[in-house]
């Protein structure tokens, strides 16, 4: 516009390779790198892949990073920030990997700074034991997830799920979860949050005449209610509507103080361990 200094940029694409000595070539892809007359750095997202995983192994220990992300602003409210996206793996006697999503480290001209992180995973297994597997994302209002459809203005939250079995049993437990605040036009928070659990035994027990029972469902939501027409159809057109089941949060809305409880079994024929007939 009229009476501002003239700015320029120059853009980047292409690729560049890293190379230390006596370590694996690094090579790494660049799209639309922006660099600004005033010093400002910008490419798309802030992030880029390593199309070769940057790794180091020590005592057993695995770390690689996948992901590296850089932003740096310019004027007093800019702000800078350095990301990565990696794994630690250990093997031995107790083989397990966790990951971060998004780690990230940011700081302003105002002396403000911290860390935020977009997701967090966890696996490992100890053989002939346990098998544990969970994931945890976190999100804002850029990144929330939808609801009955329909995308969400203020909310902050996480959502995850979490999966246990106990070999020797043969038993197993999975669970998902939201938790989340959306901020109302007053400045106040509204909470919410849905928990859905499953649990199966490893073997029947009796309820009847050759039925057994062999499994256990749970879910719980506060300030949530199925996102369900009024001319709909519980079963036919809620339930069964892609993805099947009442625990997708797609076919969840938030309802203020809505509230939602429901437990179910899962039954089947004794004899056969549920072959002949199960529900």
Same mark, same amino acid.
């Given at each position: 516009?009229?009476?501002?200094?003239?700015?320029?940029?120059?853009?980047? !694409?292409?690729?560049?390779?890293?190379?230390?000595?006596?370590?694996?070539?690094?090579?790494?892809?660049?799209?639309?790198?922006?660099?600004?007359?005033?010093?400002?750095?910008?490419?798309?997202?802030?992030?880029?892949?390593?199309?070769?995983?940057?790794?180091?192994?020590?005592?057993?220990?695995?770390?690689?990073?996948?992901?590296?992300?850089?932003?740096?602003?310019?004027?007093? !409210?800019?702000?800078?920030?350095?990301?990565?996206?990696?794994?630690?793996?250990?093997?031995?006697?107790?083989?397990?990997?966790?990951?971060?999503?998004?780690?990230?480290?940011?700081?302003?001209?105002?002396?403000?700074?911290?860390?935020?992180?977009?997701?967090?995973?966890?696996?490992?297994?100890?053989?002939?034991?346990?098998?544990?597997? =969970?994931?945890?994302?976190?999100? /804002?209002?850029?990144?929330?997830?939808?609801?009955?459809? /329909?995308?969400?203005?203020?909310?902050?939250?996480?959502?995850?799920?979490?999966?246990?079995?106990?070999?020797?049993?043969?038993?197993?437990?999975?669970?998902?979860?939201?938790?989340?605040?959306?901020?109302?036009?007053?400045?106040?928070?509204?909470?919410?949050?849905?928990?859905?659990? /499953?649990?199966?035994?490893?073997?029947?027990?009796?309820?009847?005449?050759?039925?057994?029972?062999? =499994?256990?469902?749970?879910?719980?939501?506060?300030?949530?209610?199925?996102?369900?027409?009024?001319?709909?159809?519980?079963?036919?057109?809620?339930?069964?509507?892609?993805?099947?089941?009442?625990? /997708?949060?797609?076919?969840?809305?938030?309802?203020?103080?809505?509230?939602?409880?429901?437990?179910?079994?899962?039954?089947?024929?004794?004899?056969?361990?549920?072959?002949?007939?199960?529900?």
């Amino acid at each position: 516009t009229e009476g501002d200094e003239a700015k320029g940029e120059i853009v980047l !694409n292409g690729r560049f390779v890293l190379d230390a000595k006596g370590q694996k070539p690094l090579r790494i892809a660049i799209q639309q790198l922006k660099i600004g007359s005033d010093g400002s750095l910008h490419f798309p997202g802030g992030w880029f892949d390593l199309k070769d995983k940057l790794s180091y192994s020590h005592l057993g220990v695995k770390i690689g990073i996948s992901r590296v992300g850089l932003g740096f602003g310019q004027g007093a !409210n800019a702000e800078n920030f350095i990301g990565l996206d990696g794994a630690v793996q250990l093997a031995g006697s107790l083989p397990a990997k966790a990951a971060v999503e998004g780690f990230q480290y940011f700081w302003d001209q105002k002396g403000n700074n911290g860390f935020r992180l977009k997701g967090v995973s966890l696996d490992f297994t100890i053989p002939k034991a346990i098998r544990f597997k =969970g994931q945890l994302t976190f999100f /804002d209002q850029d990144n929330a997830p939808k609801l009955g459809g /329909d995308d969400l203005e203020g909310v902050s939250g996480m959502e995850g799920s979490v999966a246990l079995q106990i070999l020797p049993l043969e038993f197993g437990v999975s669970a998902q979860l939201l938790i989340a605040k959306q901020q109302q036009a007053n400045g106040r928070f509204k909470r919410f949050w849905f928990v859905y659990v /499953d649990m199966n035994l490893p073997s029947g027990i009796i309820v009847g005449p050759n039925i057994a029972f062999y =499994g256990l469902l749970g879910l719980i939501a506060e300030n949530m209610q199925p996102a369900k027409k009024a001319d709909e159809h519980w079963y036919r057109d809620w339930y069964r509507k892609a993805p099947m089941g009442a625990t /997708d949060r797609s076919k969840w809305a938030l309802v203020d103080q809505g509230f939602a409880f429901g437990l179910g079994a899962s039954l089947g024929t004794l004899t056969d361990g549920g072959y002949l007939f199960h529900a």
